[in-house]
């Protein structure tokens, strides 16, 4: 299914929907002013922070749209490979020579790809996971662990 870029681009919206919505103060406060950095950084910082709201759920959809896209690919080169061998019908036997290896390679393929289709899966969901927790996060108070270290 992933194979289909607007699956993929779904799957996206619904990542960074839910990590806007859920954004405490905490987060937002991180993406607009970094605390503690300068304010001649934040200059170039901000717009780079904000750009990377927009650019990780992008980069989730294409990472996993172009995993799948690219198995489905070389299996369409393996199987075009019989065409080229085969000459047109000329040369029969190098044609169903080569059939034989694309049809095995194919298969081996196809496992191969369902193994990326699943590591791909966990990656999206690991890192939109990731993306939440960012957004939830409660902010560090510094002021009490240094009241706790000083114990």
Known sequence: MTGNIAITLTLAVFSFIITTI?????????IFAMPGVPTWVLFLLTP????GVFLR???LMIRLFANITAGHIIALAFFS???IFGNGGE????????????????????????LVAFLQAYV?????????????????????HEIEHAH
């Open 22 to 30: 859920n954004g405490n103060k905490h987060y937002w406060g991180h």
């Open 48 to 51: 780079i922070e904000i750009l």
């Open 57 to 59: 759920p992008f980069v």
């Open 81 to 83: 490979l019989i065409f």
């Open 91 to 114: 040369s029969v036997g190098a044609g169903v020579g080569v059939g034989v290896a694309s049809w095995l390679f194919t298969v081996f393929m196809m496992f191969l790809e369902l």
């Open 124 to 144: 999206f969901t690991l890192l939109s996971a990731i993306y939440f927790g960012s957004a939830v996060e409660e902010g560090h108070h510094h002021e009490e």
